[in-house]
């Protein structure tokens, strides 16, 4: 990770400098809020570390600068500025305040917390494609070399499903849990006859079959045989 420590007094930037290098990461320091200005603007950072009283440019000052440009890099006061209304302030414009003295350890794993909170989560993946067979969970619609294939909702989802787990056997367990939400064996072929019908419309007419029968124990979805 790579943070920006904007504080003045030399002592504190030091050993908060180093104890975030002693966990791998870099950190830049200025002096002063217009250095600090200067280069929040010009770098990329994965945190602000910033003092409230610098010289120049005050801590706050500074921040609502950089949220006015669209500068949203999440950021942490460290300050002697302790009172509730300070606080309060501090936080309408960062996303944590942390009050001097204070301990590194607290302070590092607050920041972790602004990193992660600061993430994109994981988008779900809406696309899968294997040999020519594409699905788009949005459109719904599947295709194989640009040939659109309708499929009934059922067979969709067993279709999904399949290639979600692109390669691995999948059971008729797995299949009646997920694709049909069964918790038991209805005793019925419902799981063979949708397969053999997504197998027509998926493998028929082309070179490569996709759906694979496993004896004993499944299906898999593999363009290899």
């Not at 504080?7 to 791998?24: I, K, L, N, P």
């Not at 005050?58 to 950089?66: S, V």
């Not at 006061?77 to 607290?106: H, S």
């Not at 499929?151 to 056997?169: A, D, T, W």
């Amino acid at each position: 990770m790579r943070y920006l420590l904007v504080e003045d007094d030399r002592e504190t930037a030091d050993y908060v400098s180093r104890g975030f290098r002693e966990h791998g990461d870099v950190v830049d320091h200025a002096a002063n809020g217009q250095d600090g200005l200067m280069m929040a603007t010009d770098a990329n950072y994965d945190a602000l570390i910033i003092d409230r009283m610098l010289p120049g440019i005050d801590g706050l000052k500074l921040l609502n600068m950089l949220r006015a440009g669209g500068n949203q890099t999440p950021a942490i006061f460290l300050t002697a500025i302790g009172g509730i209304e300070d606080r309060v302030e501090g936080l309408q414009v960062a996303e944590d305040y942390l009050v001097k003295p204070f301990a590194f350890a607290e302070l590092h794993a607050r920041v972790g917390v602004l990193v992660r909170s600061a993430a994109p989560s994981d988008a779900p993946q809406t696309t899968y494609a294997l040999a020519g067979l594409c699905l788009d969970r949005l459109k719904r619609t599947v295709e194989r070399d640009g040939e659109v294939i309708s499929l009934q909702p059922v067979e969709f989802r067993l279709l999904e499903y399949l290639m979600r787990h692109e390669g691995r056997v999948v059971t008729r367990t797995m299949l009646l849990e997920n694709v049909w939400d069964f918790n038991f064996d209805p005793r019925t072929n419902i799981v063979e006859t949708h397969i053999s019908r997504l197998r027509s419309k998926i493998d028929k007419g082309f070179d490569r079959p996709l759906i694979h029968t496993v004896r004993g124990a499944g299906y898999r979805l593999s363009d290899d045989g």
